[in-house]
């Protein structure tokens, strides 16, 4: 699975973003996926998830109620609307994606896409 992520830009606080993540291979419809991001002089953290068939996703308390994973398995996309952006939700985002969503909350997923910078002005 290749991943590849876009969305990013610079934004002021309280304004909102989407990120998307193509997906190339056969098996991306049975993964879980979810978004990463790593802020500067930070580890990177987990934001996002979502099983394989959309049913359940999973949220970071930062983001709760501001954020929304999606998937669109036609499209092979994964998607991350973004609303009420923070200063602190500056970062660069990462899309990931697991056979098991066990790979994902523990932040050892098998597939990493390339990073895209989300920038928050306050």
């Known amino acids: 699975v290749q991943l590849q992520a876009s969305g990013g830009g610079l934004v002021q606080a309280g304004g909102s973003l989407r990120l998307s993540c193509a997906a190339s291979?056969?098996?991306?419809?049975?993964?879980?996926t979810g978004w990463f991001r790593q802020a500067p002089g930070k580890e990177r953290e987990f934001v996002a998830a979502?099983?394989?068939?959309?049913?359940?996703?999973y949220y970071v308390d930062s983001v709760k109620g501001r954020f929304t994973i999606s998937r669109d398995n036609a499209k092979k996309k994964v998607y991350l609307q973004m609303n009420s952006l923070k200063a602190e939700d500056t970062a660069v985002y990462y899309c990931?994606?697991?056979?098991?969503?066990?790979?994902?909350?523990?932040?050892?997923?098998?597939?990493w896409g390339q990073g895209t910078q989300v920038t928050v002005s306050s």
């Open positions: 990931a994606a697991d056979p098991s969503l066990a790979g994902l909350r523990l932040g050892t997923p098998r597939y």
């Open positions: 291979g056969r098996t991306f419809s049975s993964y879980a």
């Open positions: 979502i099983i394989w068939n959309g049913g359940r996703t």
